[in-house]
Each structure stands twice: as structure tokens, then as C-alpha cells.
């Protein structure tokens, strides 16, 4: 008998010895009394997530964003914007996210032809008044396309000014989304016309002298010139992915705009620089694929 009387002690001493370990594994797991899950899956809770059906948009920029030149000439032409504009030939971000019907009243254009950076904070303040679930943004090419290349803007101002704005616009509207696109290559835009005799003489009008002046010429000047604002392009682009990068709301292109190979026919018959509505149309595909994915650009 005296053999069998210390077994209820050792059952009481293992039922105790597993309760300690659940509780430990509770304690490292997080899935004790309280507990949700891990921290990581609790900071991923937390944390803001990109929404793939916004239901307003508010579009920022410069020249391409309000159709410059897509519908007649020296005039700019909102109703083809790739972000907001009704034409169904483009159909916008907007028609394709918040359909025909709705969009005309939530969504809001505040871009301005020949803008540059240093212009986007007050748009962007004006499109927080709406606090819209996305706001699109797209400049720089003013910034670029300057009468001379030593008169376009230096990368730490460009820089400071996306600082700026973007900082201001969560401080107004902390929870809208943001889908940066990327300058375009005006390089290839040059290609794409400088051998036409007619667009050599609309460019002489005063189109992006910086990229454009001397089409033909194979100086090497020229075509020092030619590669120094190609490589500008390259750095502000660095900055929107880079000063992007650092807000949770916040979605870069990943270059997908200045990578396009856009052809002639998808430039304006007018001045064979800005997009026609061929090349609005490409841009709304591009934007409304990065911004209804569920991750982003790589």
C-alpha cells in the first residue's frame, strides 16, 4: 500500500508542471488569458492597410494631370485627365474606380499646368479640404523642363518641397492614401519627334528647351545637355520613392511612368510632348493596376 500513496502527488506535481508551461507559452506567444496573437501579427493589425476601393479622389499636379493639349491647342482639356476627367475614350482613374456615375462628385481636380514642386503643397492643401481616400500625384516635369539645364530645380529643393507637402497633407488629412507617379523620360519623349520636320518647329515654340532645344544637333553639348536632364529625371524619381517610402500610405509607381515606352500616338497632335488621350488612357490603366493591387509596385 505504501508504494502506491505517493501517485496522486506525482499527477498533482505533472498536472502543475504542464499549467506552468502553458502559461510560459502563453507568455512568449501572446495567446494567453488577453492575449491576440503575436506582436508581430498585432503590429500588422496596427498598422495602416492600403485600400484597394477608394470611394473619393483628388488629383495634384501640373500639365499632363489636366489634360493640356489633349483636346485643342494651348488649352488645357480636365475632361481627358488620366486621374479625374470624364471622356470615355480616356476613361480616368476615377471613372474606373468609382464608375461613371459617381465620379463627377467625388472627385476633384486641383492640378495646374506648369506647375512644379514647389507649388505642390498649396493643391495639396486644397484637395485635404475633402479629406479624399486617394489623392493622386504627379510632377516634376517642370521641374526638368526648364529654358536652360542649369535653370532646373536641384534635388534638395525637390526634395525638401515632396518633404513638405506630403508632411502637410497627413497633418490635414492623415488618412488619405497617396499614388505617387514617376516623372516621365523626356528623353524618349525627344526621340519620339525629333525627326519629324513639323514637331521641330512646334518644339522651337519654347517646349522644354532643356530637353528639346537643338533636336537634331549630335553636339556634344547637346547631348551632354540631353543626358543631364535624363539623369535629373532619375533623381527625382529617387526622391518620390525614397520621401514615399517613409509613410505607410503612401504608394510609388515604382517607376512605371517613366519606364512606358510611349510611342507618337500617344502624344499630342498639338505639340508632340504631352499625352493625347491615347496617352491619358495608358496612364489611367497604369495608375488604376498599382493602385487596386494588393501590393505594391516592386
Known amino acids: 500500500m505504501r508504494t502506491t500513496a505517493p501517485r496522486p502527488r506525482v499527477r498533482r506535481t505533472l498536472a502543475g508542471a504542464g499549467t506552468a508551461v502553458a502559461l510560459?507559452?502563453?507568455?512568449?506567444?501572446?495567446?494567453?488569458?488577453?492575449?491576440?496573437?503575436?506582436?508581430?501579427?498585432?503590429?500588422?493589425?496596427?498598422?495602416?492597410?492600403?485600400?484597394?476601393?477608394?470611394?473619393?479622389?483628388a488629383a495634384v499636379g501640373d500639365s499632363i494631370t489636366r489634360g493640356f493639349d489633349a483636346c485643342s491647342v494651348l488649352a488645357d482639356c480636365p475632361e481627358a485627365s488620366w486621374a479625374t476627367g470624364n471622356d470615355p475614350a480616356v476613361h480616368s482613374l476615377a471613372a474606373r474606380l468609382l464608375g461613371d456615375a459617381e465620379a463627377p462628385a467625388r472627385?476633384?481636380?486641383y492640378a495646374v499646368t506648369g506647375s512644379r514642386m514647389a507649388d505642390l503643397p498649396g493643391q495639396l492643401a486644397a484637395a485635404a479640404v475633402h479629406k479624399p481616400d486617394l489623392v493622386t500625384v504627379m510632377v516634376g516635369s517642370n521641374d526638368a523642363c526648364r529654358p536652360?539645364?542649369?535653370?532646373?530645380?536641384?534635388?534638395?529643393?525637390?526634395?525638401?518641397?515632396?518633404?513638405?507637402?506630403?508632411?502637410?497633407?497627413?497633418?490635414?488629412?492623415?488618412?488619405?492614401?497617396?499614388?505617387?507617379?514617376?516623372?516621365?523620360?523626356?528623353?524618349?519623349?525627344?526621340?519620339?519627334?525629333?525627326?519629324?520636320?513639323?514637331?521641330?518647329?512646334?518644339w522651337k515654340l519654347g517646349i522644354c528647351q532643356s530637353m528639346l532645344a537643338d533636336p537634331l544637333s549630335a553636339a556634344t553639348g547637346a547631348t551632354a545637355r540631353r543626358e543631364q536632364v535624363r539623369a535629373r529625371v532619375v533623381e527625382y524619381n529617387e526622391v518620390l520613392r525614397e520621401v514615399c517610402a517613409k509613410d505607410p500610405l503612401c504608394r510609388y509607381d515604382g517607376g512605371?511612368?517613366?519606364?512606358?515606352?510611349?510611342?507618337?500616338?500617344?502624344?499630342?497632335?498639338?505639340?508632340?510632348?504631352?499625352?493625347?488621350?491615347?496617352?491619358?488612357?495608358?496612364?489611367?490603366?497604369?495608375?488604376?493596376?498599382?493602385?487596386?493591387?494588393?501590393?505594391?509596385?516592386?
Open 24 to 57: 510560459l507559452a502563453a507568455a512568449v506567444t501572446g495567446c494567453g488569458p488577453g492575449g491576440s496573437g503575436t506582436p508581430d501579427e498585432r503590429g500588422a493589425r496596427g498598422a495602416p492597410r492600403w485600400n484597394t476601393a477608394p470611394a473619393s479622389i
Open 256 to 298: 512605371a511612368v517613366f519606364q512606358y515606352p510611349f510611342a507618337a500616338e500617344q502624344l499630342s497632335r498639338w505639340d508632340w510632348f504631352h499625352p493625347g488621350k491615347d496617352g491619358q488612357a495608358r496612364l489611367a490603366e497604369l495608375a488604376h493596376r498599382q493602385v487596386t493591387s494588393a501590393e505594391p509596385p516592386r
Open 107 to 109: 472627385s476633384w481636380n
Open 148 to 202: 536652360t539645364a542649369s535653370s532646373m530645380t536641384p534635388v534638395a529643393e525637390f526634395r525638401a518641397g515632396f518633404e513638405k507637402a506630403l508632411a502637410d497633407l497627413r497633418a490635414a488629412s492623415p488618412s488619405s492614401q497617396v499614388y505617387v507617379s514617376s516623372v516621365p523620360d523626356l528623353q524618349r519623349l525627344w526621340e519620339q519627334g525629333k525627326d519629324l520636320p513639323m514637331v521641330r518647329q512646334v
